[in-house]
């Protein structure tokens, strides 16, 4: 069901945990399904995310999309990492099958969660993000038979 | 090829190798239509009533009372909507039960877009129906109870001879989906007021793709597959001759071992729950704790999805279950779990593990050794643990 | 044993060896419920997907279009009810032929009952659709038009890419009942204009209980056995892999060797045809001459019922049917042949023997002469065709 690159970051997470006195820390839920991921950011003063750690309660994809989503956003800076959507999470992981592609906005849900909460600690504005929703959920239509 | 140790035998068992061999020849020797007028096709027409026979026996009812299907899903449709079309003209109301198997509610829900009205009775948190309320939701309008014989995920087991007695004292028709039940509890149609009961073919080593719908005698009942004369006119399509012979010898074979393999499954059943609930903390057992069916251990592990853990433990060539295997093309967390009383984040670390006759206490430690590190780690890696022992030490201070 | 000459192919067919062997392992040892997330299950899925793209290949269409079912009994009620709940509020006129396999006419009629209404178009003497007749018979309100691919008796073949266009053009949906055409003549569903296909896998050497429908994709229809999320939400059951495994070899299998085969089996049936006209006096050819199954021949012998000609057949060992198999438990003359305008009588004494890639020219020269003499004796005994000889007689005076 899942990609050998899926199956790798979930047997083996890269940057489960977490960061003590975190820059910026982000909690998201996902309606559908009622999974949580949380991402801590450690960013420097020039903006770079020096570390970046997460906690999962969720399925096999949300483990490894938590996981490559760390992987990417590791080194970036804070506008730079705004890219890492969920389609480059998925892209990375070789792909999702259809009814896990939700998994994936949980990771860049939660990224950006992180940094809303670095920006309001730090009293800055960060260009082009915006105030996460609690809950996320997505227009996608299930047939209806 | 790593050892597998299959704990999933409420989602379909192993073939048994008996019984593949008792349908080989009908595949390519005894191949010919049971309707038929010739000796090859009088062949097959034997062998099937010999099984209907076996059958029948095993439910203390006769070989005519039983009619053959493709399996649960379509024993259950036909015994709701054609009961409902032939009985509409006495009343729209049907009763059921919260923890029904899907294709008992989707087809109730189906019901009630055509005009039927539907009462689904709630159950306690062990999962036992609230015969009180079944009780209370009888109308003069009532044509059917259809309450399961024990759950596929919880594996309690209901109190059918009760609900049996008020179904007949009501003069209402009670249809029993025992796909579970049937093969590992002792049945008697007659004794629990069985008027339709559906069961399936895979779930007791049988092949898959067969299973039956035994209706009293004297029920009437509309077709639901319609077209040729097969099952004396009730159910069309030629018959699956391999697949009966199969089910007719899983059958027999099911009720000779029932004492014994199922004597054995209860002990190994309570030796995993016992050490489950004591090594292995914030973990609670769903379902009855007697009145549970001999395989059948269901667990929810708090703090704890349950997909990462059946992943974890296929990778330890354990197979297990969570939720129904029927509803995981769904997200939502198990209706079953929810009905107990369960809350939505506990449900989703539910596991269920069937065992069968082949499974041994070594596997049974295995699985437990293994099971311990996986919820470790899961723990370790979820935020609702994190914060669920960040509050304790809050506590603590 | 005494040897058997099996001409009852459009009953069903022996499972070739080769489709049995396929389909072993998936009882034994990966019998894994395909819904399920452990490698076990993977197994199952991938050998569900695979024969789903054989069988979409063969058709001209998507895997994803083809949907498992248990038989073409079940695709046929499969596709005309939950087509007819669809699109209901597009209108309630349904239009098929005369001479559709029951599954088809009894889903009909069950329908009319629901307020549905239906046109049953005529055939020819040959047992070929009215064209005009069809397009007269299309209503603002017509949602469906059910034709079947070819006839299980007379094997006529239906004109469906002519049917299809007329359908396309009125933009109504349109099912073909390919359960006796396919694997015995190429299908295309894109060229025919076909929205759904049954068919049925014993029928073409697979096993028997499994069939599948074809849905195109866009196709708006309800489920017919509701219940667990397989089969893409459409149709509920534990999905039968073994069967579908072998429904899969079965259809590559047929695809392959068709042309070759039914080359083959049209010489034979030719022959055979040619001889009987022939060497049996008052004996007429049901169905088109030419325009038919490859290896179907049907007759009406005069004066002569068809029970006793199968029985005695079947003491030289030859396995024949008359009227459909499907329709034994009806006494009535089969309705296909009445379609096609044979009176009562001469409908009661058909013969259909459908031949298979086993059969020999021998085979046939023995069933020939085996025929001559049964028919003989059976006219001897018969009072009809003592009154006609007297008649005939009087006549010659
Ligand atoms: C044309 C036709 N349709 C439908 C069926 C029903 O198929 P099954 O008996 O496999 O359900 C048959 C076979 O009996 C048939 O010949
Ligand atoms: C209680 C119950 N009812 C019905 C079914 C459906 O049976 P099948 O999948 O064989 O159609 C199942 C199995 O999934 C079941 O456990
Ligand atoms: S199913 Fe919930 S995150 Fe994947
Ligand atoms: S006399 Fe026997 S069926 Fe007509």
Redesign the pocket.
């Given at each position: 069901m899942y990609s050998e690159k899926v199956m790798d970051h979930f047997q083996h997470p890269r940057n489960v945990g977490e960061i003590e006195n975190a820059s910026g820390v982000g909690t998201v839920g996902n309606a559908k399904c009622g999974d949580i991921m949380r991402m801590y950011l450690d960013i420097d003063d020039n903006g770079v995310i020096q570390d970046c750690k997460f906690k999962t309660f969720g399925c096999g994809a949300a483990v490894a999309t938590s996981s490559m989503a760390t992987e990417l956003v590791k080194g970036k800076t804070i506008q730079q990492a705004l890219e890492v959507t969920n389609k480059a999470v998925m892209e990375a992981l070789d792909g999702l099958p259809p009814v896990k592609v939700h998994c994936s906005l949980l990771a860049e849900e939660a990224i950006h969660a992180a940094l809303w909460d670095y920006a309001e600690k730090h009293h800055i504005k960060i260009e082009g993000l915006s105030k996460p929703k609690n809950d996320i959920s997505e227009g996608e239509e299930e047939d209806e038979y | 090829m790593k050892k597998i140790i299959y704990l999933d035998n409420a989602a379909t068992t192993k073939t048994a190798p008996e019984v593949v061999d008792a349908m080989l020849p009908y595949f390519t020797e005894f191949y010919g239509n049971a309707s038929t007028i010739y000796d090859l096709g009088n062949h097959s027409k034997n062998a099937m009533n010999e099984a209907r026979d076996i059958i029948a026996d095993a439910l203390g009812a006769r070989g005519e009372e039983i009619y053959f299907t493709a399996g649960g899903s379509e024993s259950d449709n036909w015994a709701l909507k054609a009961t409902a079309e032939a009985y509409k003209s006495k009343g729209n109301h049907i009763i059921t039960s919260k923890i029904e198997h899907h294709a008992i509610l989707h087809t109730c829900e189906w019901l009630e877009k055509q005009g039927f009205e539907v009462t689904y009775v709630d159950v306690d948190e062990n999962g036992v129906i609230k015969l009180n309320e079944l009780k209370k939701a009888i109308r003069p309008t009532t044509i059917l109870i259809s309450v399961m014989f024990a759950n596929n995920e919880i594996g309690t087991i209901q109190p059918i001879k009760e609900i049996g007695e008020i179904a007949k004292e009501h003069g209402i028709l009670f249809h029993t989906d025992a796909v579970q039940a049937f093969g590992q509890v002792p049945i008697n149609v007659d004794e629990c007021h069985i008027d339709m009961l559906s069961a399936s073919g895979h779930k007791l080593n049988g092949p898959k793709g067969i299973g039956f719908l035994y209706i009293r005698k004297g029920v009437k009942i509309r077709s639901f597959v319609h077209?040729?004369a097969q099952e004396r006119k009730r159910r069309?399509?030629?018959e699956n001759i391999p697949g009966i012979v199969g089910l007719g010898v899983a059958t027999k074979r099911a009720i000779a071992s029932m004492q014994e393999r199922t004597a054995k499954e209860i002990e190994l059943r309570d030796y995993l729950i016992d050490r489950v609930l004591k090594e292995i903390p914030y973990t609670r057992l769903n379902g009855h704790r007697t009145n549970r069916l001999p395989n059948n251990a269901n667990f929810s592990f708090q703090f704890i999805e349950g997909e990462s853990m059946l992943i974890m433990l296929d990778m330890d060539g354990i197979c297990g279950s969570s939720g129904s295997a029927c509803t995981s093309g769904s997200l939502d967390p198990s209706h079953v779990l929810l009905a107990i009383g369960l809350p939505h984040e506990i449900a989703h670390g539910s596991l269920r593990l069937t065992l069968s006759e082949e499974i041994t206490k070594e596997d049974i430690d295995f699985v437990i050794e293994k099971l311990k590190s996986i919820i470790e780690r899961l723990r370790s890696m979820s935020p609702l643990y994190e914060d669920f022992v960040r509050k304790s030490k809050g506590g603590e201070k």
């Open positions: - | 077209g040729g069309a399509g030629t």
